[in-house]
């Protein structure tokens, strides 16, 4: 059996099929001990720790640090006997034992341009069809001499030997208009559509050397010497200084890759806007007796060390309005409705990541105090970035505390399998009738967004009209539901 063993980057729970590695806690050579820490990841759901299945030692970290990998996929190699000894090169794969070395023959059988003179055609460096040269891709061509077919009455030329081929200079133009003779005193030899053309370029005929029969200018001359021309100008040229125009492009935009927390949050939110009828109601609450409450509760010695806010009697509230309204806590299952008798309540938490809803587990069933405590737990928790998958799934029933970014209120989502989501707006004052008057008093907003496969208008009011009584009156609330 082999010593080193790959481990693979396992499922974490919920089918999750990749995760992006945020940091190896152990470097290569480590010695490790079974179930140490060896690599933080974090996967759609939250940043996990993951143990080592081996001990031993670390022998190769296969992805780097922020790599997003598949699950199934070998992330290390862990030497299970490390005191064996050294490993055998077959044992490790190392690439470099099964790589041949060229023999001198197949060495010498490489054929290789000469550095100078003529070169073959097809050999790098020689000539290439078109007057082209050879050349790898990548490289410029070198300077070669390409031959151009004789043209109909060309006096033929005598080979010679090969000599340096001196740079093409720009043909002359003159400035002066053409007086139709040549540079001999001769007339200039050129077809009026020629001439037209050296007239609408200002090129001077009698300045250019005709390549065409019996010395004539043809069009190609005339191109080439305006062409010249106008190449030899450009230096002198000083351009305007261009007006600024404003660029809505590539680069003035960023693309931020989407993956872990936020990727899953995207597919859940499309899934259940797509699925699930929403409908959504609003309350405006007086919650001056509700903060009066929380203020004698926190001066209480046994909560003086307790954390203390609005959203714990938000919560309260919930989990007292489902007793009464059990349908309101179930999911819709295809042919059926499942209506469950344990609150597992989702706390919506806005971390570096993204947003995230962990939950409560059977959170009716705990007093106000434990329920406290389980919230500043699980809010701690989430912006530590530490909290499991397992406090992420089952959730039946959620909030959303949008009032901590001084929204009065929103039209909420339904996490995917749940049927009602409440938003808790800030708690602002403002002036509300009060026993006949107007007076500044304490007033939140509530929103109720559910699936209206499952809850119908009536059963909806009520929920939330019940959640406000709570809130608009705590003490009396508790008295007469409990």
């Known amino acids: 059996m082999s010593r080193i063993k790959e481990f693979n980057l396992p499922d974490l729970g919920e089918g999750l099929t990749e995760g992006e590695i945020l940091a190896w806690l152990v470097k290569v ?25 081996w001990a031993g030692q670390v022998q190769s970290i296969f992805h780097p640090e922020g790599s997003t990998v598949e699950v199934g996929t070998p992330i290390i190699a862990i030497d299970t006997d490390p005191g064996a000894g050294p490993i055998e090169a077959s044992t490790t794969g190392a690439p470099d034992a099964a790589l041949p070395t060229p023999s001198a023959a197949s060495l010498a059988a490489v054929q290789v341009a000469p550095a100078e003179g003529a070169v073959e055609p097809g050999l790098i460096g020689g000539p290439a069809p078109g007057g082209r040269t050879a050349v790898l891709v ?5 300077t070669t001499a390409a031959k151009r077919r004789p043209r109909k009455g060309d006096t033929p030329v ?9 740079p093409t200079q720009p043909a002359p133009v003159a400035t002066a208009p053409s007086n139709g003779h040549g ?29 065409g029969p019996l010395g004539s200018i043809t069009r190609e001359d005339v191109q080439r010497a305006a062409s010249g021309a106008t190449a030899a100008a450009e230096p002198l040229a000083v351009s305007a200084p261009a007006t600024a125009v404003a ?17 899953l949050t995207a597919e859940n939110m499309s899934r259940s806007a797509f699925t699930a009828p929403h409908v959504t109601e609003f309350l405006t609450v007086d919650v001056t007796r509700a903060m009066k409450a929380l203020d004698r509760l926190r001066n209480r010695r046994e909560w003086r060390d307790v954390r203390v806010s609005p959203l714990l009697l938000v919560a309260k509230a919930v989990l007292l309005a489902v007793k009464r309204h059990p349908m309101v806590n179930s999911t819709w299952a295809g042919d059926e409705i499942v209506v469950k008798d344990y609150v597992n309540l989702g706390i919506a938490a806005a971390t570096e990541r993204g947003l995230i809803v962990p939950n409560i587990k059977d959170a009716g069933r705990l007093s106000l105090r434990e329920l406290a405590d389980a919230m500043t737990g699980l809010v701690q928790t989430a912006k530590a970035g530490k909290t499991s998958p397992a406090d992420m799934s089952g959730g039946t029933l959620t909030i959303t505390n949008v009032g901590v970014f001084g929204v009065d209120t929103g039209t909420p989502i339904l996490p995917p399998g749940e049927s009602a ?62």
Request: net charge positive; hydrophobic share 45%.
């Open 421 to 482: 989501i409440l938003a808790f707006g800030a708690v602002r004052e403002m002036p509300w009738v009060h026993k006949g008057k107007v007076r500044p008093r304490q007033v939140t907003t509530l929103g109720l967004s559910f699936d209206h496969r499952i809850i119908d208008g009536e059963l909806g009011s009520k929920f939330l009209r019940d959640i406000g009584e709570f809130l608009a009156d705590p003490e009396a609330a508790l008295l007469a539901w409990t």
């Open 29 to 53: 050579g480590d010695v490790i001990e079974l179930n140490q820490p060896i690599v933080e990841v974090e996967t759609a759901k939250a940043a996990v720790e993951i143990p080592a299945k």
């Open 158 to 166: 005598p080979a010679q030997a090969a000599q340096p081929v001196a």
């Open 138 to 142: 990548g490289y410029g061509p070198r």
């Open 247 to 263: 660029s809505f492009g590539a680069d003035r935009e960023q693309r931020i890759h989407v993956k872990g927390v936020r990727k």
């Open 183 to 211: 540079p001999a005193g001769g007339p200039v030899l050129a077809k009026p559509p020629v001439r037209k053309l050296a007239k609408d370029l200002g090129v001077d005929l009698s300045a250019l050397t005709g390549s």
